[in-house]
């Protein structure tokens, strides 16, 4: 008897100035799940998004048209402070986690 899995939808967040460290370390076991995990990179807008350290990282999906996504990977570092009064992250965050 076989089981179909369905393909999980990892988001991984980011924001100008994330840590390459907190976000890349994450990426790298996770990809090494296989196709059972989707991972899609999602920033306030489409396009590249610079880290703290200088190397940008594109965003493949905005906000608002983000596919669903059944788990969040929120990097750390330095950068989340500024990101602090951030409304439209701290919005996406509330709804999507509803549902992650």
């Known amino acids: ?14 924001y100008e100035r994330f840590e390459l460290l ?13 196709p059972e995990l989707r991972i899609a ?6 396009g590249p998004v610079a880290s703290a350290q200088g190397p ?7 906000f608002g048209d983000c596919p669903h996504l059944d788990l969040i990977l929120l990097p750390g570092g330095f950068g989340t ?6 409304e439209a992250l701290h919005a996406f965050l509330r709804d999507r986690a509803q549902a992650a």
């Not at 008897?1 to 980011?14: N, Y």
Request: overall charge negative; hydrophobic content about 40%.
């Open 1 to 14: 008897m076989s089981q179909t899995q369905r393909t999980r939808t990892l988001g991984a967040i980011l």
């Open 41 to 46: 990179t999602v920033a306030e807008k489409v």
């Open 81 to 86: 402070v500024e990101q602090l009064g951030n």
């Open 22 to 34: 907190d976000y890349y370390g994450p990426l790298e076991m996770f990809g090494s799940i296989g």
């Open 56 to 62: 940008k990282t594109v965003a493949e999906f905005a």
